[in-house]
């Protein structure tokens, strides 16, 4: 537990989200005062609201203006801002979702003494210059740094847990398809060549992270002063490797294709056609730089000691 939030105003945006409804579960044990805000028409949410009557409170935001957050903020501790978007939509860019609500909150938090502002980012995001999304990220970043040098920053590898739309999307994917894809395999090397050179074993590398983890850091650490913390689980896995876990729970067998970045790239762009697209060409950009850290598990240990992997928790939800 953490004391030193206990009694205190906590405002959550994104808080109807995975991570955000997980979050506020953990929140709800540390006995303080939590506000949801979310841009849902959600009345009801599928998880455990509060250790007492009205510790939780869902407040609805339709824009984000200066005074509609600062109704929102005025009174809170501590802010946590888990908003964000893996593709654009006509009603959702990356800029105004990773930039500019960002920043409006950061502003409003600082103009009203607000004394901790958590932001969550995504890890490697300086390494993937050429991604839309990544680019959002940090751009997001640098405004809340401006607006609330104070702010603690959190950049976590892939999120996996109950809810999850990373391993609960390939399970969904093995239900239906005898096939299931290895992206970035195999990886050109040199393309200038008359025969380029083709590397056979490289394979993208992730390094997961579970939400319960995350949770209790977040919790740990929302009180901190002016931190960057990278975030990475205790195993690194590649595509595969995170299939032969989901297929072995399930006691299933399928076929692995290897699907090099020319050709995902292709098969993205027509997938980009659907309303909630699962692969865009901006995702196979952040594909092409490992979702690895070894600082990223350093941090987390320091506050988590016994961090959980995939193969031991992936039992217990999927």
């Known amino acids: 537990m953490n004391l030193k ?10 808080g109807t989200g995975f991570v955000g409804s997980h979050l506020v579960s953990g929140l709800c044990k540390e006995a303080c005062q939590i506000d949801i805000i979310t841009r849902s028409n959600k009345r009801k949410l599928d998880f455990f609201l509060g250790n007492e009557p009205g510790q939780v409170r869902i407040k609805k935001i339709n824009c984000f203006t200066k005074d509609n957050i600062d109704s929102l903020i005025n ?112 990886r050109i090397i040199d393309k200038n060549r008359f025969f380029p050179k083709i590397d ?36 690194i896995q590649t595509f595969d490797q995170i299939y032969d876990v989901i297929l072995r729970l399930k006691d299933k067998k399928r076929l692995y294709l290897p699907l090099p970045f020319f050709v995902a790239r292709t098969l993205a762009f027509f997938l980009e056609l659907f309303p909630e697209p699962p692969l865009t060409r901006d995702q196979i950009r952040l594909l092409m730089v490992d979702n690895i850290s070894s600082k990223g598990l350093m941090n987390l240990k320091e506050f988590v000691k016994v961090p959980s992997s995939l193969h031991t928790v992936i039992g217990s939800y999927l």
Not at 5 to 14: P, W
Request: proline content about 5%; glycine content about 8%; some cysteine.
């Open 75 to 186: 009174g809170a501790d501590i802010v946590f801002n888990l908003i964000g978007i893996l593709y654009e939509s006509k009603q959702s860019s990356f800029k105004n979702v990773h930039v500019e609500i960002p920043k409006e909150l950061a502003s409003s938090a600082f103009r009203l003494g607000v004394s901790n502002f958590v932001h969550l980012s995504a890890l490697n995001i300086d390494k993937s210059r050429n991604s839309f999304y990544s680019d959002s990220k940090l751009l997001g970043e640098s405004g809340i740094k401006e607006k609330f040098p104070n702010a603690i920053i959190v950049r976590p590898s892939v999120v996996f847990g109950k809810g999850d739309n990373f391993i609960n999307f390939f399970y969904s994917l093995s239900k239906i398809s005898p096939i299931l894809p290895i992206i970035g395999t195999p």
């Open 5 to 14: 939030i206990s009694g205190k105003k906590v405002v959550v945006f994104g």
């Open 200 to 235: 056979f074993g490289k394979r993208v590398r992730f390094q997961p992270i579970y939400v319960g983890d995350l949770v209790d850091f977040l919790v740990k650490t929302c009180t901190l002063k002016k931190k960057s913390f990278e975030l990475a689980g205790p195993t």
